[in-house]
């Protein structure tokens, strides 16, 4: 099963992707700002990466540009999470190295199709 590592500052948000994460059998990481979610990205290697945008301190962007700049994390594939996605803000998550995005709220069955989409269908495969 896929490993899934959640960067996620708000407390109530992180809950929700857990909850819905661990109730359908993945393992999941949890980290609340950019830099513990980078360093917890380098150690434990996840599957995927549940980026929040909007983070206090290193915003999401930041931090997915970070990831996709090192040798060890770069294959990682990241699903960018936010509620303000704009045409232009598009382009901004895949010059970031974002690989997708998830517009919140979300619904329960779509954030689960993609997310299977991803253990289906490596990154690499696509």
Do not use: H, W
């Amino acid at each position: 099963m896929m490993k899934i590592l959640i960067i996620e500052d708000n407390p109530a948000n992180m809950k929700l992707v857990t909850n819905i994460l661990e109730l359908s059998g993945y393992p999941v990481l949890q980290a609340y700002n950019a830099e513990t979610g980078i360093s917890l990205a380098k150690a434990e290697l996840p599957d995927l990466i549940l980026m929040d945008i909007m983070l206090t301190g290193m915003d999401g962007l930041s931090a997915s540009k970070i990831l996709k700049n090192d040798e060890s994390t770069r294959d990682i594939p990241i699903i960018a999470m936010t509620s303000m996605v704009m045409r232009s803000d598009d382009e901004k998550l895949k010059e970031a190295g974002c690989d997708m995005y998830i517009s919140k709220p979300f619904s329960y069955k779509e954030f689960l199709e993609i997310v299977r989409s991803f253990s289906e269908n490596p990154l690499k495969d696509r």
